[in-house]
């Protein structure tokens, strides 16, 4: 199985400011054939379901704000929150899906 | 509009077993496959496994195997995860997701099992 490792594990920041979370695979997720790199990323805020932000590590789920950003390839990936609102306090998963399908352990945004 | 209605909670015995529910509205599932989640208290997602509900072939990841069983029926329009020998690790919620693509738009609001004498 695909090893996926966040970091950092838990942040905090202020409204307004820029965050940026990191994600590892532990072999490449870009599947050669296409140059696609087979990533995304999921928003949880407290006491619901996972939401869809990013696909493709980059492309941006339709109605997703657009201060939310992916970056990266191959092994590793960037999720960038431009300017951070109080609404984004949540827990951050990527997911690889080119070999089975892996999470990784998730980063927690606190806003101060 | 795509909606994934599970069950209610479940308060079960060590070693019983239970059997969780998914019904899909909004699309017929034998057009996706159906994935299963499991995120345990304060922890992270976990991927179970996924069915083709067209022909009833199934995936699991190996750490899954044995313990849960996926299956759907197609003319209720609903996907099921039936977990066996239960214990304590088995405390979590379980969320059902839409396949089809590779990435998961649709969620069920999850089914939160506990395990407990």
């Known amino acids: 199985n695909i090893m996926m490792t966040q970091s950092p594990s838990s942040l905090a920041v202020s409204a307004g400011e820029k965050v940026t979370m990191s994600c590892k695979s532990s072999?490449?997720?870009?599947?050669?054939?296409?140059?696609?790199?087979?990533l995304a990323w999921y928003q949880q805020k407290p006491g619901q379901s996972p939401k869809l932000l990013i696909y493709w590590a980059s492309t941006r789920e339709s109605g997703v704000p657009d201060r939310f950003t992916g970056s990266g390839s191959g092994t590793d990936f960037t999720l960038t929150i431009s300017s951070v609102q109080a609404e984004d306090l949540a827990v951050y998963y990527c997911h690889q899906y080119l070999s089975s399908r892996t999470f990784g352990g998730g980063t927690k945004l606190e806003i101060k | 509009e795509v909606q994934l209605q599970q069950s209610g909670a479940e308060l079960v015995r060590p070693g019983a077993l239970v059997k969780l529910s998914c019904k899909a509205s909004?699309?017929?599932?034998?057009?996706?496959?159906m994935h299963w989640v499991k995120q345990r208290p304060e922890q992270g997602l976990e991927w179970i496994g996924w069915i083709d509900p067209e022909n009833g072939n199934t995936i699991y990841d190996p750490k899954f195997q044995g313990k849960a069983s996926i299956t759907a029926d197609t003319s209720s329009n609903t996907a099921y995860l039936q977990l066996s020998s239960l214990t304590s690790e088995d405390t979590a919620v379980y969320y059902c997701?839409?396949?089809?693509?590779?990435?998961?738009?649709?969620w069920g609001q999850g089914t939160l099992v506990t395990v407990s004498a």
């Open positions: 997701a839409r396949g089809g693509l590779l990435w998961y738009p649709y």
């Open positions: 909004g699309f017929n599932i034998k057009d996706y496959y």
């Open positions: 072999q490449s997720v870009l599947y050669s054939s296409n140059q696609k790199n087979y």
